[in-house]
Nanobody, 127 residues
Framework: QVQLVESGGGLVQPGGSLRLSCVVS????????IGWFRRVPGKEREGISC?????????KYSDSVKGRFTISRDNAQNTIYLHMNNLKPEDTAVYYC???????????????????WGQGTQVTVSS
């Protein structure tokens, strides 16, 4: 059974940074395309940062996080990271990682595509 577990959320001041981690278990993470999604109360879940399978050579970012967030993967550790810099109050949300095998970075950023989801981690940006 494939499981995804996120960690690294918390409270941070505007302009600060956080690094989220997503650990994949139950299968080799390098066969999965991984997406980071977030959900703000009252809004739909959106894909914000996505990475292709294997070496992760293709990455996709939403306009809302481009230039501030970076997605990366360490297949030896079965872990995918989301480095978040220059955080803003509007980044406050529950962040989820999600996975599907052998999909492109473009595909995995669509909320209907992933087969596996983590439980989410709260990120709050506030002074």
């Amino acid at each position: 059974q494939v499981q995804l577990v996120e960690s690294g959320g918390g409270l941070v001041q505007p302009g600060g940074s956080l690094r989220l981690s997503c650990v994949v278990s139950g299968d080799s993470s390098d066969t999965f395309a991984i997406g980071w999604f977030r959900r703000v109360p009252g809004k739909e879940r959106e894909g914000i940062s996505c990475i292709s399978t294997s070496t992760g050579g293709v990455r996709k970012y939403s306009d809302s996080v481009k230039g501030r967030f970076t997605i990366s993967r360490d297949n030896a550790q079965n872990t995918i990271y989301l480095h978040m810099n220059n955080l803003k109050p509007e980044d406050t949300a529950v962040y989820y990682c999600a996975a599907a095998k052998w999909r492109t970075a473009q595909d995995i950023c669509s909320v209907s595509v992933p087969n596996f989801w983590g439980q989410g981690t709260q990120v709050t940006v506030s002074s």
